[in-house]
């Protein structure tokens, strides 16, 4: 009897698959982009269209940044040549192997690891001064571990940067013309929402409620210090102006969890 994969799996076959087609979120940054970031000209995306203000980062180099299932080589290597210290853990290989060619081309240091964000993160407590999470936790079925995990490997004064997915693409069906859909989107409770993924070749992929994105993250002990809402950059939910996405910017506190 063959094991059935499980979902970390299946997605990561997904993405793999999405990337070797040309996703764009696997396409590394070119030559180019990495020159401008050495003269400080750059700009990084959480969400689809807005990108973070420089001023939710603070210094750049010589931080230790944590690039959390943000591999494809096009975060990173910003980060880089500006002179962070960088570490990226992702679950695809393809978006690792984008991420190596990228810093062999331009000759920077990285740590890059294959890894699942729903396990234990990898790392002493205390690793880094940012971690950086574009919008991923769509692809995890439990979001409170991460931030338990993100809090434990950040230092005192940490800076945690998220892109969260707020609902509204599992909520309205775009493809039947703007249909609503039953919450939560869970395809590992609901057959017939694991049959829709399927027939698109869409991954395991599931809704978040504000109280497990951005409570979650309360809960882990973070305080919020700033956010803000970008849409999908097209289609119907754009036209419409509903913000389906929000980056956050949270810092862990000095002293004790829940001083």
């Known amino acids: 009897m063959t094991e059935e994969k499980s979902y970390q799996d299946i997605n990561a076959e997904t993405i793999d698959r999405w990337v070797e087609s040309g996703w764009e979120w696997g396409i590394p940054v070119s030559h180019e982009v990495c020159e401008k970031a050495r003269q400080g000209e750059w700009d990084v995306y959480l969400t689809p269209t807005k990108p973070v203000p420089h001023g939710w980062f603070g210094e750049l180099r010589g931080k230790k940044l944590f690039g959390l299932a943000s591999g494809g080589g096009q975060q990173m290597p910003v980060f880089a040549c500006l002179g962070a210290l960088c570490t990226v853990m992702d679950y695809s290989v393809k978006q690792l192997e984008r991420e190596h060619t990228v810093s062999e081309r331009e000759g920077y240091s990285i740590e890059i690891l294959r890894g699942d964000m729903t396990k234990p993160f990898p790392f002493a407590d205390e690793s880094f001064d940012i971690v950086f999470h574009p ?13 338990n995990e993100c809090y434990r490997v950040l230092k005192p004064g940490g800076i945690l940067l998220a892109g969260l997915d707020m ?10 013309g703007g249909k609503l859909c039953h919450l939560p989107f869970d395809p590992l409770t609901d057959p017939l929402q694991r049959r829709e993924l399927e027939a698109t070749d869409s991954g395991m992929q599931f809704s978040h409620t504000l109280t497990e994105q951005i409570g979650g993250q309360l809960k882990a002990g973070f305080c919020l210090t700033d956010l803000f809402e970008d849409t999908n950059g097209s289609g119907l939910l754009h036209e419409y102006g509903i913000p389906s996405f929000a980056a956050t910017r949270a810092v862990k506190p000095h002293g004790s969890k829940g001083e």
């Open 167 to 176: 609902g509204w693409n599992f909520a309205i069906d775009e493809e039947a």
């Open 135 to 147: 919008v991923s936790n769509c692809y995890i079925k439990e979001v409170q571990h991460v931030w």
